[in-house]
Structures are given as structure tokens and as C-alpha cells.
């Protein structure tokens, strides 16, 4: 019978404080696991699994609408294209590094602050490709030769290089001022996002106000602009989670279905005592395999007792 071993996982109390998320009670993996446990968590439920998916899937989307453009504008020679050129070669590479971001980032302390330094530099750099192409392909006719178009990437690329540097820098504060960390690194985000997307509210306004007539591009902008605010809401206040702390570690119910199968009983953790497994020592990463879940958890609980 072919099992597949999976990862122990473990709730908010087992890891260290920078592991931790707020809202999300379990489905942490250990801290000091390995690249291959990394991969193979991935194939897992854990509280970065849909992180992990939802930014890698959508890497080969973009790859593959790159490939489609590719067949039919001329990158090499139209230097019209070339914005667009940018803009697609950063939109691929965003979610990929992100998706690596997550995978990665229980390696160790010091591998999750740089899993993550290499997410925000990413960000700033899919904000700059939207700067490219929102100057070049976005701006008022009113605003074309302004000073504001012809000194907009340089002050986008100085944007993405400062607020990369702050939401890294929020890294280094998070445990001692957690708020401050929280408000350094959603400044960092909506700054680069409010300035590249200038010329797009202006023309959105003027639409609004009757001065165009309404498109099909409109409709898309206005998507994007309402995703993008829902998306910084979400983040900057940890909803639904905050609401209802261990009720979306994963997605709904789905993680009761799966904790039964790969993670200790938890009685021995709500009964006071200690962890059958401590994640901070040297001990290798041990392995479930799902047909013989219910001995594992049997093992645990008789190794439980003696710690008592």
C-alpha cells in the first residue's frame, strides 16, 4: 500500500514568537525544517499551503498569457512594446518569489527574514513594472511632457527602493513593537501602490465625471483598484481571523478532516502537560504516514505519560 509521509505540525504555543501569526492557532510546521520537508509541506495542509499554491499557479498563468503576447507582438523590435515587456517579465516573477517566500520560510529564523526580504523586494519590484506601464501607457494626454511623466519611473524606483527597505527594516521591530512593525510594513506597500496608480485614478475620475466614455478597460481597472483595496484591508487587519482565532489556520472545516489524520492528539496539550515532541531541539523532523496515523498518535500519547 503506497502511504505518503507527511510533516508534523504544531499549534502557536510549540513554535517561536516570530513563527507565529496572529489569528492562526495551528498547522505550523517545524522551525528548523529542512529544504525537502519545505517541498514536501507544500503537499500538505499546513497555514501556508494555500499561500504557497495561490502564488505558484498563477506563475504559469502569466507564463503562459507571456507566451501568447510573445506569438503576437513584437518584443524585440517595437520599442512600444517594451514597457509591456517589463511589466510581464515582473508580474511572472513576483508570485513565483513569493510562492518560494512561503515555502521556504520555516528553514529556520534567520531563513524566514530572508524568504521574506526576498517577497517584499519582489512586490517593489511588480509595483515598479506597473509604474513602467502606467507611464508610458496611462497618463493623462494633459499630463504627457509634465514634469511629473518624465521624472515618474525614477521617483517610482526610488519608492521601491525605500519602501523595501522599511517593510525589511519592520522585520527587525516586529516582537518588541509589533503595531509599529504592523503599520511600517502596510505604509511600505500602499505608498509605492497610491503613487503608481496616479494617472490611473485621474483617469478614472475623469471617467466618472463624464469626461470619457465608459470601456471594457474601465470595467477591468475598476476590479483590479477594488481587489487591490481589498487585499491591503484584509492584510492591514487580519480579518477573519481576528474574529475567530483557529477558525481559518487553513480554509474552514477542511482542517478538522486533516489534523485527525497527520497531527498529535491534543490532549495531551489541553491536559497541561508537555509536548510529546519539542521543536526547538536537535532532533530530526519526524514523519507521519497516513495509514498508520492512528499508532503514531498512539506512540505520542504513551511517550506523553512520561513526562509527567
Not at 47 to 64: A, G, M, R, S
Not at 104 to 119: K, L, P, Q, V
Request: with cysteine; proline share 6%.
Amino acid at each position: 500500500m503506497l502511504s505518503i509521509r507527511l510533516p508534523q505540525l504544531f499549534d502557536i504555543h510549540q513554535v517561536p514568537k516570530v513563527f507565529r501569526e496572529d489569528g492562526i492557532m495551528s498547522g505550523y510546521r517545524h522551525p528548523r525544517s529542512s529544504a525537502v520537508d519545505c517541498i514536501l509541506s507544500s503537499f500538505q495542509m499546513t497555514n501556508e499551503t494555500v499561500n504557497i499554491w495561490t502564488h505558484f499557479l498563477p506563475t504559469w498563468y502569466f507564463l503562459w498569457r507571456f507566451s501568447m503576447l510573445c506569438s503576437t507582438l513584437d518584443f524585440l523590435t517595437e520599442s512600444y512594446t517594451w514597457p509591456l515587456l517589463v511589466y510581464l517579465l515582473l508580474i511572472c516573477l513576483y508570485p513565483f518569489t513569493s510562492s518560494c517566500a512561503h515555502t521556504f520560510s520555516s528553514m529556520s529564523a534567520e531563513a524566514r527574514h530572508i524568504c521574506y526580504f526576498f517577497d517584499y523586494g519582489a512586490l517593489s519590484l511588480y509595483s515598479l513594472g506597473c509604474a513602467v506601464t502606467y507611464g508610458s501607457y496611462v497618463m493623462p494626454d494633459c499630463w504627457v511632457n509634465s514634469w511629473l511623466h518624465q521624472h515618474f519611473v525614477t521617483i517610482a524606483i526610488g519608492n521601491s527602493l525605500f519602501c523595501t527597505s522599511m517593510s525589511c527594516y519592520s522585520r527587525f521591530v516586529e516582537l518588541q513593537f509589533p503595531h509599529k512593525s504592523k503599520v511600517m510594513r502596510t505604509a511600505a506597500f500602499v505608498v509605492p501602490f497610491l503613487f503608481d496608480s496616479f494617472p490611473l485614478f485621474y483617469r478614472l475620475l475623469s471617467c466618472c465625471w463624464g469626461s470619457c466614455s465608459p470601456n471594457e478597460a474601465l470595467a477591468s481597472h475598476s476590479y483590479h483598484l477594488l481587489f487591490a483595496f481589498l487585499t491591503c484591508f484584509l492584510f492591514a487587519s487580519h480579518l477573519p481571523e481576528r474574529l475567530a482565532p483557529g477558525r481559518f489556520d487553513y480554509i474552514g472545516p477542511i482542517r478538522v478532516l486533516l489534523l485527525q489524520d497527520v497531527q498529535i492528539d491534543g490532549r495531551v496539550l489541553d491536559e497541561g502537560h508537555e509536548p510529546a515532541v519539542d521543536v526547538l531541539d536537535d532532533e530530526p523532523l519526524l514523519w507521519f504516514s497516513l495509514p498508520a496515523a492512528l499508532h503514531e498518535e498512539m506512540h505520542f500519547l504513551r511517550a506523553g505519560s512520561s513526562w509527567l
